[in-house]
């Protein structure tokens, strides 16, 4: 299976197109392991443990129905024989139908508007009664986290050639746009004041800017949409000029003055998913290509300089394929996340202000050791989506 981004990549870098391969076969391999069939839904996390009697292990721990709708969304790429292979013999199609009939239970917005954008992208026949949970949890004039707030605009636009959705997708796209600070070209954490404290409310995450390009991507590629277009790809040129020169996507940004206010956690899912579905959507769109940082990014999945010994090579892997998973990320391990919090007061008040010593006294060495299903739900939609070849 052949998609023109995977083809393209391995054109400009075929050791990298190997790569890509390699977690895209770990993706299929991995997944099945955090399948829950007597729930017919996907756990929260598969995390490294030790038993009682000191035995090393990976253990599923809770549930997740947004990550079941990510996976179902990567999933509906593949041939059908291995989409069932995913789901306990169900097609992406099917378990999208499983998560739809759910739905009335379903109170959180994400987790809706994932399922009615997944019920769209499968021609769900409840595709309606899907985006009218979603209308019933996204009150009007309420403020909405900005990652759910792009999940509502990128299910509208999915579902607006078999749907008549034109009035709430105006709404959902004016309501992203308008969340901006001034003419900063990054997204906040929340679209308006009162779900995040005052005095961290310039703090916003990588997922605050991939999920919102991403979705006025998809809007302008569903119909002629100019602003949408150029928010996306400008929003896109700052995270791209901000990554790092180990080709990081850095975490926590000032959406403010549009810096980085600091870096870590590196996650893996930005660096093999996230991004690179982001960036291949909006050039697919007609915006700027950014396939040198794709590049970038994925290669530090390899080579994580974090964990660079002596010679260069990481005193550990983040790809496991022996165990089914990717680790999901790299850390300070600074006790109750320290850094981001005095960072985050810091820069409140003084703009891109560093505390230089923080980066020399909890140095990013630590490994999260666990693997959630969204992350490779997520590269299977990044890369055997976009146009077949």
Not at 268 to 285: C, G, I, K, R, Y
Not at 293 to 306: N, Y
Request: some cysteine; proline content about 7%; hydrophobic content about 45%.
């Amino acid at each position: 299976m052949t998609t023109t981004r995977l083809a393209a990549l391995a054109g400009a870098d075929p050791e990298l197109h190997a790569l890509a391969r390699r977690l895209l076969g770990l993706a299929e391999a991995g997944l099945p392991a955090m399948y829950l069939p007597e729930t017919e839904t996907f756990a929260f996390t598969r995390a490294a443990a030790v038993s009682p009697e000191g035995t090393r292990r990976l253990e599923l721990r809770g549930t997740s129905t947004r990550y079941a709708a990510i996976t179902a969304l990567g999933a509906r790429f593949l041939p059908e024989d291995r989409q069932r292979a995913l789901f306990g013999g169900r097609c992406a199609e099917e378990f999208t139908g499983v998560l739809v009939e759910r739905l009335p239970g379903v109170v959180n917005l994400g987790d809706a508007a994932l399922i009615a954008w997944a019920a769209a992208e499968t021609g769900h026949p409840k595709l309606s009664d899907a985006l009218d949970r979603v209308a019933a949890l996204d009150s009007t004039g309420r403020p909405q986290y900005t990652v759910e707030a792009a999940w509502v605009l990128s299910a509208l636009a999915a579902a607006r050639t078999a749907v008549d959705v034109e009035d709430r997708l105006a709404a959902a796209r004016d309501r992203l746009l308008a969340a901006r600070t001034g003419s900063g070209p990054l997204f906040p954490h929340a679209t308006g004041p009162g779900l995040v404290p005052g005095y961290r409310a310039h703090v916003a995450c990588f997922a605050d800017q991939t999920y919102p390009l991403q979705a006025l991507a998809r809007l302008h590629a569903s119909g002629d949409d100019p602003e949408a277009l150029a928010a996306a790809d400008a929003c896109a040129a700052r995270i791209v000029g901000l990554q790092g020169d180990g080709g990081q996507w850095w975490w926590h940004y000032d959406a403010r003055a549009g810096g980085v206010i600091e870096g870590f956690p590196v996650y893996s899912v930005h660096q093999h998913a996230m991004a690179p579905t982001a960036l291949f959507d909006l050039a697919e769109a007609g915006g700027t290509d950014f396939g040198a940082a794709i590049r970038r990014g994925l290669r530090w999945m390899t080579d994580v300089p974090e964990l660079a010994g002596p010679t260069g090579t990481p005193r550990e892997p983040m790809i496991r394929e022996d165990l089914g998973v990717t680790w999901r990320k790299v850390c300070r391990g600074d006790p109750k996340k320290a850094v981001r919090a005095a960072r985050g007061l810091t820069t409140r008040v003084v703009p891109n202000a560093r505390l230089a010593p923080l980066d020399l006294l909890f140095r990013p060495r630590a490994v999260d050791r666990e693997c959630r299903p969204y992350e490779f739900g997520w590269m299977l939609f990044a890369w055997f989506g976009g146009p077949q070849r």
